[in-house]
């Protein structure tokens, strides 16, 4: 019974992983007590990753959300970008239509910031080395944020899993990656340095605590 | 009465089942009575809106089906065979038909969750597991339409000095746009630090502290939770007796319809029925009530 339902359930089972991976994220932030000041921070950088999603809503796939989450990642660490990318993709999708997609939606924008804040915190994302974040952002953008949102979509299509399916749903979804990697390439060329230097002189004029601040 | 007047655990409780159900019944007969019931609900929350909608579902879930007895060969009933060579068989049309249905109801039930779940009710259902998280969340959904309403502001106060998002040439444009979301993201920020600091002057993270909500549980939700638990009671049993289950490949193999599974269908019927009849009873009695106050008004 329990084999059976292991191999006829793909979509609940990886919707429960992803649960349970969430859920452990926020009962450790829970435990962390956040100060007010930090937790507000984080919540309008996801505001303007939500708004910049909203912003660019008639040029289709075209998401500047995911830099902006990356940006979040590499300014205030590996964790604040998992939350934010978490929450706003659950909230964007308040706007955009929640539906099976949204768990994977999380998880995928979850992972672009924690890798942002982790390279960064290796060095090979800077917001001095302009270019070469950038198109490390499109790679990750094609390489594990669009395979999740493909992921997505074999296992919610209904139809039954054979590698010819998994093959024609990745090559259906390349473009569509494409353009959220252009997306996301032009806004972090853009828009990370100054950001950056934003969120500094932010933390500077409040005194807010450190690189980690999640 | 609409069923979001009710607290919103129960609001949870009867989608979460409605769908669970809905997808995990492949038996016709519990399919068609969890498509006519969201079928209903929908229409009645969302009217004209929500009848385009449940039209244009049902069409896709039909043209599914095709679609799927198109590419998938299983079963022993051949109806004829296509160009290719390939059979289309019964039982593959009929589970492309399940499949389709399946989804058009639960895009119905999703459709009538957004009408009855607004954010507030996810913010105090997720308050009661992560207060924090629930407090990120409702200082998110302020701020987004926030952002925008500065936005203009900005835009308005820069076109007095000629440098709003529409004036000059195209590089001015793209220039003057950038300075605006540079203002825009400082003055939100810096503006969001001191709403921070006055809550911690206010006393968050002290001990002790609750969260304001507007909903309390009373009689009326605890005689409705107990009507739905008899109910699942019910639909579980008919889970365990074998009502639900049914295979399509090689050949449809169903159980008999005994006088004691029509219990079952209508039980389940009811079950995904009471909202919707709360909610027109409750409009009837408004309106007679209404009526009746209105004769007295006159006859004094």
């Known amino acids: 019974m329990s084999a059976k339902l292991l191999n006829s359930h793909y979509y609940l089972l990886s919707i429960a992983i992803i649960l349970i991976s969430f859920a452990v994220f926020f009962f450790s932030y829970e435990k962390k007590k956040p100060q007010a000041r930090e937790l507000v921070t984080l919540a309008v ?30 300014a205030f660490g590996a964790k604040a970008g998992f939350m934010v990318g978490a929450v706003s993709a659950f909230v964007s999708n308040f706007i955009f239509g929640q539906g099976p997609w949204t768990p994977w ?6 992972l672009a910031g924690l890798i942002f804040g982790l390279l960064r915190k290796k060095g090979l994302v800077h917001e001095d080395k302009r270019i070469q974040t950038a198109t490390i952002g499109a790679f990750v953008v094609i390489f594990v944020v669009g ?28 473009p569509v990656n494409i353009i959220h990697a252009v997306a996301t390439l032009i806004t972090l060329l853009i828009l990370c340095k100054p950001m950056i230097d934003k969120l500094n002189r932010l933390k500077l004029k409040y005194g807010m605590s450190g690189e980690e601040i999640v | ?17 409605a769908i669970a159900c809905t997808v995990s019944f492949q038996h016709p007969i519990f399919l068609s009575i969890a498509f006519i019931c969201a079928f209903a609900y929908s229409l009645k929350l969302r009217k004209t809106k929500g009848l385009v ?16 007895a198109y590419y998938n060969h299983f079963g022993v009933t051949g109806i004829r065979t296509n160009f290719i060579g390939n059979r289309i068989t019964v039982e593959s049309l009929a589970y492309g038909l399940v499949i389709g249905i399946t ?20 913010v105090y259902l997720f308050g009661r597991i992560s207060p924090k998280l629930s407090l990120f969340i409702s200082v998110l959904l302020r701020s987004v339409p926030r952002i925008g309403v500065r936005a203009k502001r900005i835009n308005i106060s820069r076109q007095g000095i000629g440098k709003g998002s529409h004036q000059g040439n195209v590089f001015d444009r793209i220039n003057h746009m950038f300075s605006m979301l540079s203002i825009l993201i400082t003055w939100t920020m810096e503006d969001f630090v001191e709403s921070a600091n006055s809550m911690k002057s206010r006393g968050y993270s002290l001990k002790g502290r609750t969260a304001f909500s507007i909903y309390r549980f009373d009689n009326r939700d605890r005689g409705l939770v107990i009507g739905f638990f008899a109910c699942v009671m019910i639909i579980v049993s008919a889970v365990m007796f074998g009502e639900t289950y049914i295979y399509y490949d090689p050949m449809i193999v169903m159980n008999q319809i005994t006088p004691v ?40």
Not at chain 1, 54 to 62: E, L, N, S, W
Not at chain 1, 150 to 168: E, H, L, P, Y
Request: glycine share 4%; proline share 3%.
């Open chain 2, 53 to 68: 909608w449940n039209l244009t579902f049902t069409v896709l879930g039909i043209a599914y089906s095709l679609w799927y």
């Open chain 2, 1 to 17: 009465m609409r069923f979001d007047s009710y607290h919103p655990l129960i609001n949870l409780i009867y989608f979460t089942v």
């Open chain 1, 147 to 174: 395979i999740i949102l493909d992921t997505c979509s074999i296992f919610t299509m209904g139809a039954v899993v054979t590698k010819g399916f998994i093959k024609t749903v990745f090559l259906s979804g390349l």
């Open chain 1, 105 to 110: 939606q999380m998880i995928a924008y979850a």
């Open chain 2, 103 to 122: 989804i058009a109801t639960v895009l119905m039930w999703l459709q009538c969750i957004f009408t009855l779940i607004t954010a507030d009710k996810v």
């Open chain 1, 45 to 74: 950088m996801s505001a303007i990753a939500v708004a910049s999603r909203a912003a660019f809503v008639m040029i289709p796939h075209f998401k500047p959300m995911t830099a902006i989450i990356m940006i979040t990642g590499m």
């Open chain 2, 261 to 300: 599974s029509v219990v079952f269908y209508v039980v389940y019927g009811i079950f995904l029925l009471l909202p919707l009849t709360l909610q027109i009873v409750g409009e009837w009695r408004f309106s007679r009530n209404s009526v009746i106050i209105a004769k007295n008004i006159r006859k004094k």
